[in-house]
Structure formats: C-alpha cells, structure tokens
C-alpha cells in the first residue's frame, strides 16, 4: 500500500515561471519530509527537507510547504530553469523508524 | 562529502546467474539502504540494514538477500537473476539520529539487464 504518493507523473512549465509539484501521504505518523531530485542514470540527490513542526521551509528558489491537516506537501521552484528539468521524488519517514517512504515521481520539463 | 559508491553502473546478466551489486560508503552511517526503482513504481525498498550484520526486509525482498559484513559495506545479491528483476538498484545510507535532520544520500544507482 503507497504511504506516499505523487499523483502527477508530469509537469511542463515553461522557463522562469512556477513550478508546483504536490505529494500526498497517508501515515499520520510520518513527521520529515524530503524532496529529491533525479537525472537520468544518475541516483537521487537531496534537494530540501521539512519537519513537522513547521509548515514551510525554504532555499533559495526553492520551497516546501506542508499542510498536515490535510496530509499533503507541495515543492514549488521559483523561477524554474532548464536545469530543473528532472524526476522528483517526494519521501517521509517518522521520527522512531529507520525507513524512508517514497512517492512514485513527477517528471519535471522546464522549457526555455 | 557524503561519498556512497556502487561496483557497477551497467551489468548485464542472464537467467540464473547470481548477482552481486556492492556498495560502499564513507561517512560511517549505521543504516544502508537498497532499493530498486522502476518506471511509474518510484523507488521501492528491498532490504536495509541499521548496524552491523544486522538486516530487515522491505517491501520487496523476495528473489533478493544482503550481507553487512563490516559498517561501510552492503551488499545486495540476486540468488537466481529472473528478467524481472531488470531494474535501476540504488544504494543508500543515513546517519540515525532521533532528530530531525536525517537525509539519505544515494549511489550513483546500477542499471541491471537480465536476459
């Protein structure tokens, strides 16, 4: 059964504007959350996490918000660029499990 | 820098064969991770490991078994290769802490062809 899903396999934005990718989980019990970002033949990197204590945490162009009420998270880069072009992928585990769940993916193509 | 490292980027194999895909890391985490990740399934786990010798199972763990012989090493090895077990494997590992501030950081994966 999926604890974490993402919903939208793709996304196309174009150059400069926002992207908003959205992941929903299931596991009330789930308290940090992490985005990855990944290429092509390449593994996952991290790219921006959020704790539970919080509903919003940002990096630079990037941004997590967290809605737990409703059991959902949503990255938004702003202003997408062509390099942003990549799988994300949407994780959560909870404070006392060494798991980590993650979502299916949203294929991201920024276009110039 | 984290440093998690894989034997192989490609490998192909037939039916049958046993495989060995090795990882490596050098941060000294205690937990490691494999996963396999496939198109529209995202990544799932097979097995991860949380201290020496010690192993728990994923979700997928059939067809597949792991060593953890020394801290910076795990090892996932498929006993018979079937085709359907042609997949991207990814390695990971993390530092456990009751805190907040847990991030897996991944191999660069190995593209696995069974025929």
């Known amino acids: 059964d999926q604890q974490v899903k993402q919903n939208s396999p793709s996304l196309s934005v174009q150059e400069g504007r926002i992207s908003i990718l959205n992941c929903d989980y299931t596991?009330?019990?789930?308290?940090?959350f992490l985005w990855y970002k990944k290429y092509p033949a390449e593994g996952p990197t991290f790219l921006i996490s959020?704790?539970?204590?919080?509903d919003k945490n940002e990096d630079g162009r990037f941004t997590v918000f967290l809605n737990k009420s409703a059991k959902h998270l949503s990255l938004h880069i702003v202003p997408s660029q062509p390099g942003d072009s990549a799988v994300y992928f949407c994780?959560?585990?909870?404070?006392?499990?060494?798991?980590?769940?993650f979502g299916t993916g949203t294929s991201l193509t920024v276009i110039p | 820098d984290v440093k998690v490292t894989q034997s192989s980027r490609y490998l192909v194999k037939r039916t049958g064969e046993k495989v060995f895909l090795e990882c490596v890391q050098d941060?000294?985490?205690?937990?490691m991770f494999w996963y396999r990740q496939d198109p529209g399934l995202g990544l799932r786990l097979i097995y991860f490991?949380?201290?020496?010798?010690?192993?728990e199972k994923g979700d997928i763990p059939e067809g597949y078994s792991v060593s953890r012989e020394k801290k910076e090493r795990f090892s996932l090895i498929l006993e018979s290769a079937s085709t359907n077990q042609t997949s991207m494997y990814l390695c990971?590992?993390?530092?456990?802490?009751?805190?907040?501030?847990?991030?897996?950081?991944f191999g660069p994966g190995t593209r696995l062809l069974v025929l």
């Open positions: 990971a590992s993390t530092h456990w802490t009751s805190g907040h501030k847990r991030t897996q950081y």
């Open positions: 596991n009330s019990m789930f308290d940090y």
């Open positions: 959020i704790s539970s204590i919080k």
């Open positions: 994780a959560a585990s909870t404070n006392t499990g060494n798991q980590f769940y």
């Open positions: 941060m000294d985490h205690e937990n």
């Open positions: 490991s949380y201290d020496v010798k010690m192993k």
